[in-house]
């Protein structure tokens, strides 16, 4: 794994699609949930003007991830 690679990768949480597609970020986050059984949610994750906002979300909870974890559950949540 190259360095650019794991910054990346301590940056957003990446999926590699069956189709060789790589996801990263709130897409990733969407993928998921669409594997996982929620694919309605995944769906409407997906939209235009919902998308941004999922896109929006995720950087600010990865970027506040230490603050929102003491928040939630008493702890840091370091990756």
Do not use: Q
């Amino acid at each position: 794994m190259t360095e650019e690679v794991r910054a990346a990768c301590r940056a957003a949480v990446h999926v590699m699609t069956p189709e060789g597609r790589l996801l990263s970020g709130g897409a990733a986050v969407a993928f998921i949930l669409g594997e996982i059984g929620h694919r309605r949610v995944s769906w409407i994750m997906t939209r235009p003007v919902i998308r941004n906002l999922v896109e929006w979300g995720y950087r600010f909870v990865a970027r506040h991830r230490r603050w929102i974890g003491r928040l939630v559950f008493g702890k840091d949540c370091r990756t």
